[in-house]
């Protein structure tokens, strides 16, 4: 099985030990990964902001990296939607590269949860979580159970983080509430944003978490900067670092 990991181009530039806590936690897993360097941004802030046609380009060069891999895995949930729900336009319904694509890309927690089948971790954490629930994730992904649906609850990123035996996930009043990122939406209506953020941020102080993590690293980069700013104590750590068996700094 050889595995193609994509990277978010943000993550890439800002969040660098959560791109290498990725490829750790795949090798670790005793898979073959290979990352390929051309790769670039997947288009989803230009989406974000309706330039939609200056997208194709980047769409059609995503496919020509990735058709050759069994799987695509990346540390995001909302580029890797980008890709599955949005791509579609800028190809051909009978694109058999696209088809392939499309059906082998996934965010790194579905991958582990749904396709491995992980059932053991050997890393400690010994700290109080909370799990922030990405829209994009939560919703599109269905990651977990959205809790606007009638139906049973479950969460594949808890039963990822509950195979740490020391770990304890803490209880929050609203667990899959968006943070108030939503791309371009924090930089359209940042009065909005920055309250619903630090809504989510209250939310699991209150609760008792010494760390918030989540699968998509926009959502954290967004309450870190509303932690930083108000002199908070609560870390902010991908999950991937956690699964990985990185320390709390």
């Given at each position: ?220 980069m967004h309450m870190e900067g509303l932690i930083n700013k108000n002199n908070q104590e609560l870390k902010i750590m991908h999950i991937v670092q956690i699964l990985a068996g990185e320390s709390l700094s």
């Open positions: 099985m050889k595995i193609g990991l994509f990277i978010p181009c943000f993550m890439n530039e800002l969040y660098p030990q959560a791109c290498m806590s990725t490829l750790k936690l795949l090798k670790n897993l005793n898979f073959d990964v290979e990352y390929p360097l051309d790769q670039t941004c997947c288009g989803q802030p230009m989406s974000n902001s309706g330039c939609n046609s200056d997208v194709k380009n980047l769409a059609i060069r995503f496919v020509d990296i990735f058709k050759k891999y069994d799987y695509i895995v990346a540390p995001t949930g909302s580029c890797v939607t980008m890709v599955k729900d949005h791509y579609g336009e800028f190809f051909e319904d009978d694109n058999k590269d696209y088809k392939k694509v499309k059906t082998s890309i996934y965010e790194i927690c579905e991958f582990l949860h749904d396709i491995v089948k992980i059932d053991k971790l050997d890393v400690s954490f010994p700290h109080k979580v909370g799990v922030h629930n990405s829209c994009h994730g939560h919703r599109e992904l269905k990651l977990g159970s959205a809790s606007e649906l009638n139906i049973p609850h479950y969460s594949k990123l808890k039963n990822l983080l509950n195979l740490i035996p020391d770990i304890q996930i803490v209880d929050l009043n609203r667990d899959d509430e968006c943070c108030g990122f939503g791309g371009t939406f924090c930089v359209t209506e940042p009065d909005i944003s920055a309250a619903m953020g630090k809504d989510r941020v209250k939310d699991h102080l209150d609760s008792g978490a010494q760390v918030m993590t989540g699968a998509d690293m926009s959502c954290l």
